[in-house]
């Protein structure tokens, strides 16, 4: 199999970096995004259109820090707040493309309606790709494929019994833009994650009522760690997860007491359930503004009845449950269609093939930053198309597949591609050879070697050494806690005492540290 051009599908997050790795391993990209401009779910739209994906509404905020949601060579200016307004993220994935001059390498208003497998993929790999554009069809052959249209494209919503005769208004999240529909009205919100939190706290700013119902509970997450730092800075570090899971579940449950008091908590434990980056809903719980309920049963003609048997009345009601895994342009034999029977090694390569020349970026749910994962995947599979990296047996992938759905079904109860970033990055980073270790840095530099274990696992270590290493990675990590004061600390004051904050989280963290060394160097 020889590699030469890839088409892309997709400009989104996960399409930016595929085209910049393919241009890395001397490949010939050519992306085919279907709107006029790049970005995906970023891109801000006045209009509905839910054939588009997710989309931005106002109050939307950046669930990871932008230390840890960045691209690994490409930082966001320092003066940039550490958790970003949705609408303001877009401008950093157009200053991606223009520095790395991948905007040439875009086909836009081109929309991929079918990709099968060329007559001679038995002996090239090659796949045959139709494209609509100009109001007609054309095809294309590619040395290989790389979907990048993600997973949230779909809109997935439930039905209830009832729901036809509910006189309210019924709309999924990828429709909400704002808060102007709901004036004194009563809100149904339902979903246990991210945009359900988000909704149900900015409804009821203007809402009569508000109530957000879930089926099993969330881990609620605040933005705000530490010292005024970012949360994800210090859950994402490498040494956490060389701890035992017991400890790291006693933890996170420290605040379990509160979240029981406010009606929040998981039925099914910490870790095992969806999570909830939100700094304000339990302020809008304990004053009133937000009740929080179970699933519902069934629609009223004026309302909802819950499965506690509890009814109340509602004139809107807002689905933020998701979206389904959906690759319409694809058969069913190279990617299935729900989570229950799809077959991605690494969540990446279907095994079945027969050559390895198709990939799937960016279709995981991951407990934390999407941008720098998709990015792993991407130098992973451009190394494994030029044959650089190579893939195990079909039986190993299958068995692979296998082991990790029976692990997640028990661990969530359900069929999903929700994990933790880490260790899942550092498996691909070791696989194409630019994983730093505490064992290989140590004697050379073992500053930086304290920062690869202890410190938050910023993307930037992915780029200290191997393939395509950058020589601003070291200092970029060694500044990434720190650099984000430029833009919180802008009332400068009098120091109180003698402390330092950041000192003594350094120094805490060299404790562990002694304590830890003879566990690393056992297991790295």
Known sequence: MDVKRVCIIGAGVSGLVSIKTCLEEELEPVCFERDQELGGVWIWRDEIDTGKGSALYDSVVTNSSKEMMCFSD?????????????????????????????????????????????????????????????????????????????????????????????????????????????????????????????????????????????RGGTLLIRRVGPLGYPHDMFANRRINFLLPERYRQRKASKNNGTLDTLGLISERGVFRSSAMVNDVIESRIICGKVQTRPSLDHFTRKGVVFTDGTEVEADALVYATGYKMKIPFMDRSVVQDNLKDLELFKHVFPPRLSHPSCAFIGYTCTRGAHAPLSEMQSRWVTRVFKGICRLPSMEHMLDDVRIVKQSSFERYGKHTILFQPLPYTDDLAARIGVLPT???????????????????????????????????????????????????RTRKVQKIGRGNGLLSIRLAALLIAIFAIALLLKSI
């Open 74 to 214: 490409f930082p966001f200016p320092d003066a940039t707040p550490p958790y970003l307004p949705g609408k303001a993220v877009i401008k950093y994935y157009q200053d991606y493309a223009e520095h790395f001059k991948l905007r040439p390498h875009i086909r836009f208003n081109s929309e991929i309606t079918w990709v099968a497998q060329n007559y001679d993929y038995e002996e090239t790999g090659r796949w045959r790709v139709t494209v609509r554009s100009d109001g007609g069809e054309t095809d294309h052959v590619f040395d290989a494929v790389i979907c990048a249209t993600g997973f949230f494209r779909v809109p997935s919503q439930p039905v209830y019994p009832g729901e036809e005769e509910f006189e309210g208004s019924i709309i999924h999240s990828n429709e909400y833009r704002g808060n102007g529909d709901y004036q004194s009205k009563r809100v149904v919100v339902v979903g246990g994650s991210h945009s359900a939190g988000d909704i149900a706290v900015d409804t009821s700013l203007v809402a009569k009522q508000v109530y957000l119902s879930m």
């Open 438 to 488: 505490f064992s290989g840095l140590i004697f050379r530099d073992p500053v930086l070697a304290f920062h690869v274990i202890f410190s938050a696992a910023v993307p930037y270590m992915h780029r200290l050494l191997g393939p395509h290493a950058w020589k601003g990675a070291r200092a970029a990590c060694l500044r990434s806690l720190s650099v984000n004061r430029e833009a919180t």
